[in-house]
């Protein structure tokens, strides 16, 4: 049984995913499975994953009908058999150090999941972005991780146990923050969270990707995605304790709600509790701020004047 289980989703990603895989397979520690998930691929990247299935024998291919990222993690989830897993888009690469440095790490450590810090690439540079330093364990390392800017599957080794026990895995009902709907989960789950303060994944940030492209769609499954890990977190008794930054973020998702008055319902329901913490947000504008705590003040009067007048200025 191989030490760790690599999954990569692959849909469409001919362009980068010999990038991907050739990272993957350069590692400097060897055992581990890498399993490519073909989510249905039009292009050639199906045959690209066959490929190297036949020239190496760590490497399994799963062909599914496509089902969206989602889905293709899962089905890398059912079908892993290492002791850990770790999670690579099919459009980013890792250093060659990545799996022995993490593994590494959690032995010293006895952690049940080890994170990095990365580069987020474009096609002009490589900027160096530092991950949350998990200080603290338990709930309040959760709640501080909650309020950093990005929480992310990949640039992590994790104990596949923690999805074995749990039995959690992505909603499929979303397209965005489908990811940090599981991580929060799991890392609740996690005794143990360590970190490397090193970049050892390289994040491809493309143009055309969705997390440039926000629309109603993604906007819908981040105010989703909140609700239900407030949920989570009211039935598991660590609200209290995550209130804030759930706040902060709920704000930050439902900003755009505050300007058309007949979505005003909507942002006072999304998450309730954020009223508390407006002016302390550091996720929104002054502007918003006071749109927000009028609104939430019974002043609903002043926000929509307030929209008027914006909309008259076209701003």
């Known amino acids: 049984m191989p030490k760790i289980s690599v999954i990569v989703p692959v849909y469409n990603a001919e362009k980068y995913l010999n990038r991907c895989i050739d990272s993957i397979l350069a590692q400097t520690f060897g055992d581990f499975e890498l399993l490519l998930v073909n989510d249905g691929s039009t292009d050639k990247s199906g045959s690209i994953c066959d490929a190297y299935a036949c020239q190496d024998s760590r490497v399994r291919v799963l062909h599914k009908v ?57 096609k002009d540079k490589n900027v160096y972005h530092k991950m949350y330093a998990w200080g603290k364990q338990g709930a309040q390392g959760v709640s501080e991780y909650i309020s950093t800017t990005w929480t992310a599957m990949w640039g992590s080794l994790q104990k596949r146990s923690l ?27 996690a005794m143990v969270i360590a970190k490397i303060d090193e970049p050892l994944y390289y994040y491809w940030q493309q143009d055309g990707s969705i ?32 209130k804030r930054p759930m706040a902060w973020r709920s704000l930050k998702a439902c900003g755009e709600l505050l300007l058309d008055q007949n979505l005003f319902d909507r942002f006072i329901e999304i998450n309730p509790d954020k009223k508390e913490y407006i002016f302390s947000s550091p996720t929104i504008g002054i502007k918003l701020k006071i749109m927000a705590w009028c609104l939430t003040h019974g002043l609903r009067p002043v926000t929509s004047m307030i929209v008027r007048v914006r909309n008259i200025l076209g701003r």
């Not at 990545?98 to 690439?121: G, Q, R």
């Not at 965005?176 to 890392?187: G, K, V």
């Not at 997390?211 to 989570?232: C, G, M, P, S």
């Open 66 to 122: 496509n089902g969206g990222v989602s889905s293709a993690r899962n089905n890398g989830l059912d079908n892993a058999k290492g002791e850990w897993v770790i999670f690579v888009d099919s459009d980013d690469w890792i250093d060659s150090h990545f799996v022995k440095k993490m593994l590494a790490k959690a032995l010293d450590e006895n952690a049940d999941i080890v994170m990095c810090d990365c580069y987020f690439v474009t």
């Open 163 to 189: 999805y074995v026990k749990s039995g959690y895995r992505c909603p499929l009902n979303i397209t965005y923050c489908e990811d940090f709907h599981l991580m929060i989960r799991i890392c609740c789950e």
């Open 211 to 242: 997390v440039h492209n926000q629309n109603k769609k993604t906007e819908a499954d981040e105010q989703w995605v909140y609700l239900d890990i407030i949920r989570f977190f009211k039935e598991r008794g660590l609200y209290n304790i995550m």
